[in-house]
């Protein structure tokens, strides 16, 4: 089984974005040093407790200081943008640190309404030309316009000698449809969907044109069940914070006197996909969503109040994993 890390640059409550970010780079460096295959980190736009909007230039600082761990986003959120110039930063990016740079695509708007409008007026039209935002994306990284085209007289350099690669994530039958239908990777998203995952992933290896597939998992990891447990409450914590508008930061889970006993029973039974508990115990979880899924790669999402242990709770899985 291949391991690799997903990276929403989580803000813990008391902590500053500079810190959130300054993790981030030691997080990478530990991945890269443990051995795990890539290290994606997730665009978001005003959302209190996450730290980047803008995954490329957090990519170019972990580059520079690692030297085998494949990086890139996840996802840019192509209906902000124009294709071209997504092109031109990964390009850049993959001519720093050739044949490392992966381009992962989504679609979703990735902060609040107003935010969506401030960024792109026209963001649902741009959403249903997805599809064709895809497809010029795709011939800017090939150069494969045709001769006629308007865009094949320009090029989005510089030139990298190995192009990024580009993946399709989402949470649904129909980023799975549409991501088989261009030949594209698949990373699902199992921890923040309610839809059929193995089912959706069954479907996408049956297209034609499929290639690889990954599946986006939330862990919590430590040495002991009853310590990782704890360490859940962060994130458990937080999603109720976030239910209610409330929180600017990942919260410390274990101090939960002023919440109401409703909240306290939510918090008992919530993030049912959260996988949590020592290392064989997740190793054992792990390897049945294997089986499940059919796939050899998870990408982890670890989010605690405290980054040592997060960091902890991913070396943990390196050493079960061998890797």
Not at 67 to 80: C, D, F, Q, S, T
Not at 205 to 233: D, F, P, R, W
Not at 293 to 318: C, G, P, Q, W
Request: glycine residues 6%; charged residues 25%.
């Amino acid at each position: 089984m291949k391991l690799s890390i997903l990276d929403q640059v989580p803000i813990s409550e008391g902590s500053s974005p500079q810190e959130a970010l300054q993790e981030t780079i030691k997080l990478a460096k530990l991945g890269d040093e443990l051995g795990y295959k890539r290290y994606w980190i997730a665009e978001h736009h005003d959302m209190k407790g996450l730290g980047c909007p803008a995954p490329d230039m957090v990519l170019s600082l972990i580059g520079s200081q690692t030297n085998n761990i494949r990086i890139g986003a996840g996802a840019v959120l192509l209906p902000h943008y124009m294709p071209f110039h997504v092109v031109e930063k990964y390009n850049l990016l993959a001519t720093l640190y050739p044949n490392r740079v992966e381009l992962g695509i989504g679609r979703a708007p990735g902060g609040s309404a107003e935010v969506t409008m401030a960024m792109s007026a026209n963001f649902l039209e741009n959403v249903r030309q997805m599809p064709s935002s895809i497809d010029n994306l795709l011939h800017f990284l090939n150069q494969s316009f045709p001769k006629d085209h308007m865009f094949s007289k320009i090029n989005p350099t510089p030139l990298p000698p190995v192009s990024p690669v580009p993946w399709l994530l989402g949470t649904s039958e129909k980023s799975a449809i549409q991501a088989a239908e261009k030949g594209l990777p698949y990373a699902f998203g199992h921890f923040m969907s309610d839809e059929d995952g193995p089912s959706i992933i069954k479907n996408y290896k049956q297209g034609e044109a499929s290639k690889e597939a990954l599946i986006a998992v939330s862990v919590i990891c430590a040495e002991t069940n009853e310590e990782a447990n704890i360490l859940a409450m962060d994130s458990k914590r937080w999603k109720i914070e976030q239910a209610k508008g409330e929180g600017n930061g990942v919260p410390d889970g274990r101090k939960t006197s002023h919440l109401t006993t409703e909240e306290k029973r939510q918090l008992a039974s919530s993030d049912n996909k959260l996988i949590i508990g020592n290392p064989k115990q997740v190793r054992k979880q792990l390897e049945e969503l294997q089986r499940v899924y059919k796939v050899d790669e998870f990408m982890i999402l670890t989010i605690t109040h405290n980054y040592e242990a997060r960091r902890r709770s991913y070396k943990l899985l390196a050493e079960e994993f061998d890797l």
